[in-house]
């Protein structure tokens, strides 16, 4: 075990006293009821100490990602953080990069993988209940729900369904947090039963309902709505949120500025702010949450920068670039990446109210067969 | 993938009303002579403590759930009617449950506000072996008013309300006063009888027990020997922060392989078996198995 037990005081014969280091300053970070509610340079500067803290463990511990340090001349320490090497996501397509024994990996995380090769990360004890806590935290900028107080009507398979396939796995760990109902069975979507659940809350009114899924599954069952002619009545008693990419299988692209405006009518929402997206990629230890003026959130444990396309520098706050991420949550891979997403960052305090970074995803860098992680499931049949 | 069984028991108080016990032990392998009853919290249902029963299951150990009655879980009753002393009743009888089935004294993990119960069944009943407690509460009248920002010992409500769930004032005070439930003394009283010994967890950042509190109750000429083991930046809800609550577990562990004469270090359960076990729970309490 990695807490560190020290003797205190001396105490009378029969009571004992010992204190106990129960915790690491980023796991105390990451389950604190705060994370999105200190002030900017706190912020900064918790996640310069925790990456940097990272760093040294990745470099020390994954000999791979030392190597591709080397070779980049980097040995400045402490960094500033844009000089840290970032590697290609596309790297975990072809070797299994690590920074702990392989027999520490609780789960190999695999890519959707339309075509072609898929990313396999391995992720330890560590590293898989940070990313719960990550969703934990994104969750409070849609609202600080208790248990009872939210069901979920999850547009995708349960977790056994899910397997290996990260973005569905992520999405069916919702279940650990509320009561979760799957609509994706053996790989068929029943948007008819997903809709009797929700008519049947929305009726009740005795807790939200949060519609979780891909912006494509979410559109079918819009059609549905459509199609039986009445919309459903969830007022301000229900949440539409999307997760896993923009894309129909077709390829077409799901312009999320006529997203929003047909969730509303078809769900009978109060407001846009109720349709929130949620951004992670596989080889992303963190997942990052719309706030209510729909920027994705950046936690104070994770870099993230848009970088220049050619010379991969990083670009000033709001210039557009090829997204790259510096995750300190990842203790069993370095997490350390820069990606084929083209996207802008932003600082200071969101229309939301919140001062903090967040971020914007416009589009993939290339348009190759690779569209995303949602198309897994595009790809299922209908009942 | 998982190395447990889980099984669904039920036991009954004398008056017939129905607790509902899970049963979670190792599949194969010897058995600790020493069964886990585990007190979920508060408002807290048997589904909430899997790890607790996980963690103890692949050590060896036969751990030991119950909802009880007027609370939330699928016990018999509603939270509406809750009091402190049939949530000692429901104690009592998952103690006795365990006690009839194994022949064996039980070891007593109680968290929150069951804590309070564990101490007061622990003087009672040479059934009880051990007690464990995490965030334990000591002082209930201190405690609640700091839950709820108001005294109702003093400042008595119609209903009170605890994450959404509507309790019954004045039943539940009528109960707490007639009972002597309220003072640190009361509690004291208790630690003084119980001769087990007896361990308690706090948390540096447990805005609802008082690290004093705890230290009173357990240093007044107390019944047996006594151990304060405290969790630095540790909540009132271990849960929130796996790493401190993977640290409260193992130390736990610790302890009660070393109570069973057992030199082995404690291990983690797979994470997955705990994910798995922790969905299939979540399910039996919301009624979809």
């Known amino acids: ?233 969830g007022g301000t008693g229900m949440t539409v949120l999307t997760a896993g990419g923009w894309k129909r299988f077709s390829g077409q692209r799901i312009e999320r500025a006529a997203f929003d405006p047909r969730v509303c009518a078809a769900f009978g929402l109060a407001s846009e702010a109720q349709v929130r997206d949620a951004f992670n990629q596989v080889e992303l230890n963190t997942v990052m949450i719309e706030c209510a003026a729909h920027r994705k959130h950046v936690p104070p444990w994770l870099y993230a920068a848009a970088r220049d396309p050619d010379r991969l520098t990083v670009l000033p706050p709001g210039q557009v670039g090829v997204m790259s991420y510096l995750d300190a949550s990842a203790t069993s891979y370095p997490s350390f990446i820069v990606t084929d997403d083209v996207g802008e960052v932003h600082e200071g305090t969101c229309a939301c109210g919140r001062a903090g970074t967040t971020l914007q995803i416009q589009r993939r860098l290339v348009s190759v067969a690779q569209r995303g992680c949602a198309l897994t499931l595009d790809s299922g049949g209908k009942k | 993938m998982t190395r447990v069984s889980f099984e669904q028991h039920e036991t009954h108080l004398a008056d017939g009303r129905r607790i509902a016990i899970w049963t979670t032990a190792p599949r194969e392998g010897p058995v600790h002579p020493m069964p886990l009853v585990v007190g979920a919290g508060f408002a807290r249902r048997m589904h909430h403590f899997s790890p607790v029963a996980m963690w103890g299951a692949h050590n060896g150990f036969f751990v030991v759930r119950y909802d009880p009655v007027n609370h939330v879980g699928i016990s018999d009753g509603e939270m509406w009617n809750f009091t402190l002393s049939e949530s000692c009743e429901s104690l009592r009888a998952a103690v006795d449950w365990t006690y009839e089935r ?151 562990l610790e302890e009660l392989l070393a109570a069973c004469d057992v030199t082995t270090k404690p291990v983690d359960p797979p994470f997955e078996a705990l994910m798995e076990q922790s969905l299939v729970e979540r399910r039996i309490q919301r009624g979809d198995k």
């Open chain 1, 1 to 233: 075990m990695t807490a560190e037990v020290v003797r205190a005081v001396a105490a009378p014969p029969v009571v004992e006293r010992i204190a106990v280091a129960a915790t690491t300053d980023l796991d105390h970070l990451i389950a604190g009821e705060a994370v999105f509610a200190t002030p900017l340079a706190e912020q900064h500067a918790m996640r310069d100490h925790h990456v940097r803290r990272t760093l040294a463990h990745h470099l020390e511990r994954c000999a791979a990602y030392a190597a591709f340090a080397a070779r980049r001349q980097f040995t400045d320490l402490p960094a500033d953080l844009a000089a840290i090497p970032v590697i290609p996501s596309s790297v975990f397509k072809a070797a299994r990069v690590l920074s702990v024994d392989e027999a520490e990996i609780a789960k190999w995380c695999k890519s959707s993988g339309t075509q072609g090769a898929q990313s396999m990360i391995g992720r330890d004890r560590t590293s898989l209940e940070r990313l719960l806590g990550s969703i934990r935290a994104g969750v409070t900028l849609i609202q600080d729900w208790l248990e009872d107080d939210l069901e979920v009507i999850h547009l995708g398979p349960d977790r056994s369904e899910a397997g290996d396939v990260w973005f569905m796995y992520v999405m069916s760990l919702i279940e650990l947090l509320y009561p979760t109902r799957h609509f994706v069975r053996g790989g068929v979507f029943d948007a008819a039963g997903a809709l009797d659940r929700i008519r049947a809350l929305a009726g009740k009114r005795d807790r939200h309902v949060a519609v979780v899924g891909p912006p494509f599954r979410v559109l079918e069952l819009i059609e549905t709505i459509e199609r039986a002619g009445q919309p459903v009545p």
């Open chain 2, 102 to 252: 194994t022949g064996q004294a039980v070891a007593v993990v109680a968290t929150s506000l069951t804590a309070r119960m564990a101490y007061q069944v622990a003087a009672e009943t040479d059934r009880v072996a051990r007690v464990i407690t995490a965030v334990g509460v000591v002082h209930v009248q201190r405690t609640l008013a700091k839950v709820f920002g108001q005294d109702y010992a003093t400042d008595p409500v119609p209903l009170a309300v605890f994450e959404g769930k509507e309790i019954n004032g004045p039943r539940f005070l009528a109960d707490a006063h007639e009972k002597n439930w309220w003072s640190l003394a009361s509690t004291i009283h208790f630690l003084q009888r119980a001769r087990q010994p007896i361990t308690t967890f706090i948390g540096t950042e447990d805005d609802w027990v008082d690290p004093a509190d705890v230290n009173a109750a357990f240093s007044d000429a107390p019944g047996g020997p006594r151990r304060i083991l405290s969790l630095e930046r540790a909540p009132h809800d271990l849960s929130r922060d796996p790493a401190v609550a993977r640290t409260f577990f193992l130390l736990m």
